[in-house]
């Protein structure tokens, strides 16, 4: 079994990698710094984990990170992201258009570039999106650039699973981690990083052969889109 994290120098990512070799996963992960190597390599079992370099605003990358895969893999799961601006008004357009990048378009492309690695029956495509892109469940404006950018998100991972995830057989996963204790969960979150990748990682096992698109948490709630 193998499975390529996307964004996993630290936080959640990290841990899904963790989680992933001591689940006996051949995993393959990247990062954008070659610094950030060592705690992964540091990593129990990563003798299974192969690390290459990529940022998910590059299509440089998606496309030398496609060309590098040689296997199918079970799972591609994309978790970079970033929280970006707190206000829609007083950012800069510029600020505003990066954190979209970031989260929505960057992962979608590399989505896109990376599908035909997927296993066809089997495979599952994973995005790392948040409660907070749940437009039903906003009930306040806090986060509003930060909503809207997973809320992109989710609606590009739908349309990817309605026209080739579907052709290819695969199921696609938009996946809420949980509020995590992580430099972007701060350390008042409500459950540590252990508690969400396991919950992830066992949300992924679910999903083998659904052949569906689904929003769900760490939990296995589902949320409304
Ligand atoms: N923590 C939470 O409570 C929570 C809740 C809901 C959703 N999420 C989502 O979960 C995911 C992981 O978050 P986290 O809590 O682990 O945050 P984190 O600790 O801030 O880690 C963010 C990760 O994304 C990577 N990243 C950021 N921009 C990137 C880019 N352009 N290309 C490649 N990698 C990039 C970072 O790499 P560098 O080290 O190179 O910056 C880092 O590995 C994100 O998508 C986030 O939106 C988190």
């Known amino acids: 079994m193998s499975i390529l994290i996307v964004?996993?120098?630290?936080?959640?990512?990290?841990?899904?990698?963790?989680?992933?070799?001591?689940?006996g996963f051949d995993v393959i992960a990247t990062v954008r710094k070659p610094e950030d190597e060592a705690a992964l390599r540091a990593l129990p079992g990563a003798e299974r984990l192969t690390l290459h370099l990529a940022d998910?605003?590059?299509d440089a990358d998606a496309a030398r990170l496609a060309a590098d895969l040689s296997q199918g893999l079970e799972v591609v799961f994309?978790?970079?992201?970033?929280?970006?601006?707190?206000?829609?008004?007083?950012?800069?357009l510029d600020d505003l258009d990066a954190v979209m990048?970031?989260?929505?378009?960057?992962?979608?492309r590399l989505a896109h570039a990376l599908l035909g690695h997927v296993k066809p029956g089997t495979g599952v495509l994973a995005l790392t999106s948040s409660v907070m892109g749940s437009i039903a469940e906003t009930e306040s404006g806090f986060g509003a650039v930060y909503r809207a950018t997973k809320a992109a998100q989710n609606s590009l991972a739908r349309s990817l699973w309605a026209d080739e995830g579907r052709k290819a057989g695969i199921t696609v996963l938009s996946v809420h981690p949980g509020w995590v204790r992580t430099d972007m969960g701060g350390p008042g979150a409500d459950i540590d990083i252990?508690?969400?990748?396991?919950?992830?990682?066992?949300?992924?096992?679910?999903?083998?052969?659904?052949?569906?698109?689904?929003?769900?948490?760490?939990?296995?709630?589902?949320i409304a889109w």
């Open 56 to 58: 998910v605003t590059s």
């Open 101 to 108: 990048r970031t989260n929505a378009f960057g992962p979608i």
């Open 7 to 23: 964004g996993a120098s630290r936080g959640l990512g990290l841990g899904l990698v963790a989680e992933h070799l001591k689940r």
């Open 194 to 222: 252990e508690t969400s990748v396991a919950g992830m990682a066992d949300q992924l096992a679910a999903a083998v052969g659904r052949h569906d698109h689904r929003f769900v948490a760490y939990d296995g709630r589902e």
């Open 78 to 92: 994309i978790n970079a992201g970033v929280y970006g601006p707190s206000s829609v008004t007083e950012a800069s």
